[in-house]
């Protein structure tokens, strides 16, 4: 190989980025972090909503959904591509189902009839 070959083959490699980005339709390319940040106060109050606020599992409910959201996005990087940040919340909400939220969201929907 020659230098000039070597040199353009060097050229050409760019590094891992150090933290993932994922696309979404309302932020464009963004961290999870940044995924968190912008649906978190959208969650809560959502979650508040369905009566979860009064219990003491609304963190617990809230940390599930992000690692099922977390999970979905290592197999899918383009999961939030397609989906509005409304669709992002209640897709979330669906996989905020750990024991507590689920036995608290069908309690406080038995309650209310």
Not at 1 to 9: G, Y
Not at 36 to 58: C, E, P, Q
Not at 76 to 87: G, I, P, W
């Amino acid at each position: 190989m020659t230098s000039d070959f070597r040199s353009h083959i060097r050229s050409q490699i760019r590094p891992f980025p150090r933290v993932a980005t994922y696309p979404t339709s309302w932020a464009g390319s963004v961290t999870f972090q940044q995924i968190y940040d912008d649906l978190a106060h959208y969650v809560t109050n959502v979650m508040k909503g369905k009566g979860i606020h009064r219990t003491n599992y609304l963190p617990d409910c809230i940390q599930h959904g992000f690692m099922a959201l977390w999970l979905e996005l290592s197999e899918n990087n383009d999961f939030l591509a397609q989906k509005t940040r409304q669709e992002a919340v209640f897709l979330f909400w669906r996989g905020a189902k750990s024991p507590r939220c689920t036995t608290t969201m069908t309690n406080m929907t038995a309650s209310k009839r």
